[in-house]
């Protein structure tokens, strides 16, 4: 419930703030005409809450690890794009399993749960000043891999671990140290699936127009 409120204040608190500020070139780059594409790279960190129900019967805990990284496309005020995603479960059932080489030596290799995804966005992006936007982005993930494995062990055990994604709507405000860098404070909600309230550290820069 708090988090929700928090997504909501954030909306509130761009909207306001659109009435005091005017309309002000993308600050990516300040010298691009309204209608051309701006390119660019996107890389974030954060932790993602599970629904605790789901968690118990894949036997994970019910926080995760992302990695997240993709590209937007601005045009003005729209922007669209799309991105991978990788989760680190916290994994409350890993095994082991012992494999033997040429030589009869044993070695024991530990099993991993983790997850990987891509999602799909479009959003409206809003400048507070010089330094300073406001995106609200909608889009849907899609998670295709996630399981509990060795990894590059062919004939090792594997177990599927059931945690779908779904429709997301994500707040960010950015903060723009140089021309073409900014660094962004992120708070998403999915409205389907298992995932519930994600907060993302995010770096973007522009690397064509």
């Known amino acids: 419930m708090r988090m929700n409120i928090f997504f909501w204040l954030a909306i509130l608190f761009a909207c306001s703030v659109h009435n005091v ?22 890389m974030a960190f954060g932790s993602l809450s599970i629904n605790h129900a789901k968690a118990a019967r894949e036997h994970i805990k019910p926080t995760m690890v992302r990695f997240r990284t993709g590209t937007e496309t601005h045009i003005s ?13 916290s ?7 012992d494999i033997a080489d040429e ?5 024991t ?10 999602d799909f ?5 809003q400048p507070l000043g010089k330094r300073v936007s406001f995106d609200l982005l909608a889009g ?9 494995s060795i990894p590059n062990c062919q004939n090792c055990p594997y177990s599927h ?5 779904g429709a997301y709507l994500l707040s960010r405000f950015s903060f723009y140290k140089r021309d073409r860098v900014a660094v962004g404070l992120e708070f998403q909600h999915y409205f389907s699936g298992d995932l519930n309230d994600n907060f993302l550290l995010s770096v973007r820069t522009q690397f064509a127009q």
């Open 21 to 42: 500020y005017a309309a002000r070139p993308h600050p990516l780059n300040a010298n691009t005409p309204p209608q051309q594409k701006e390119h660019s790279l996107y």
């Open 91 to 97: 994994d409350r059932a890993p095994f082991s399993h």
């Open 140 to 148: 849907a993930e899609h998670i295709f891999i996630s399981s509990r």
């Open 103 to 107: 030589s009869s030596a044993v070695t």
């Open 121 to 125: 966005f479009i959003g409206y992006h």
């Open 77 to 89: 005020r729209f922007l669209y794009g799309g991105a991978v995603n990788l989760y680190l479960y």
């Open 109 to 118: 290799l530990h099993s991993v749960a983790r997850a990987i995804s891509a």
């Open 161 to 165: 671990i059931n945690i779908n994604a």
